[in-house]
């Protein structure tokens, strides 16, 4: 099955540095890469996704690229804010079927004003 | 904005007693699933759920375990003769399709604590 890595287990930034969390993958058939981030006490919410098609996709201070011949995919968070502070989950699957999402460990980032 | 909510929020409960945990999905999403996280471990596949039946279950999902959607809106998970290792934070979660390419929306959880 899919086994999903994740790194750092925390992180640790000043505000307005950039953060970059990357995650690798081993099922060669995973085209599907969501991010969640799971704030203290509250539920993982869907940041950004990235299908296989694409190797990079943005949304404002956010993005996501992926390297399928590395099978590697990181998040990138730019101008960090203390508000940023949360856990943040990378996942895989493959798009189609009944697959299921396998996540990564997880990454605390802590953003420091 | 719809969401996934969950109860209780937290439970406490004896080993060897059974617990239900209950969710309610977004009301036009069809697929139903949990998943588990141990406390500082990864979020774990539990089972998916689709036309009341279990579509998918992971190995971890043994015959200690059971979901149902008991009516409408309501989707539960029950851990009979509970175990200390069962002790984890229990999501639900749906959506609108199946598959990995769907987005998939988290309840808050359940901290399931087991004594």
């Known amino acids: 099955g899919e086994n999903v890595e994740q790194h750092p287990s925390t992180l640790s930034v000043q505000e307005g540095d950039s953060a970059v969390i990357k995650c690798t993958y081993s099922?060669?058939?995973?085209?599907?890469f969501p991010w969640y981030k799971q704030e203290l006490g509250k539920r993982p919410q869907l940041i950004i996704d990235?299908?296989?098609?694409?190797g990079e996709k943005k949304d404002q201070r956010i993005a996501v690229t992926l390297n399928k011949t590395a099978k590697h995919f990181s998040l990138h968070i730019t101008e960090t804010q203390p508000e940023d502070s949360a856990v943040y989950f990378c996942a895989a699957s493959e798009n189609s079927g009944y697959s299921t999402l396998t996540f990564g460990k997880g990454t605390m980032l802590l953003v420091s004003p | 904005e719809p969401e996934v909510t969950q109860t209780p929020s937290h439970q406490v409960t004896q080993m060897g007693q059974e617990v239900i945990l209950r969710c309610v999905p977004i009301s036009n999403h069809l697929y139903f699933y949990w998943y588990r996280q141990i406390l500082g471990q990864k979020v774990e596949f539990l089972v998916s759920?689709?036309?009341?039946?279990?579509?998918?279950k992971s190995e971890i999902f043994d015959d200690q375990f059971s979901v149902e959607r008991p009516d409408g809106s309501n989707f539960t998970l029950k851990i009979r003769s509970t175990k200390l290792e069962d002790s984890a934070m229990y999501f639900c979660a749906s959506s609108e399709a199946m598959g990995g390419g769907e987005k998939l929306f988290f309840g808050s959880g359940t901290q399931l604590s087991v004594l």
């Open positions: 990235i299908r296989s098609n694409v």
């Open positions: 099922d060669s058939a995973s085209n599907y």
């Open positions: 759920f689709y036309n009341n039946e279990i579509s998918e």
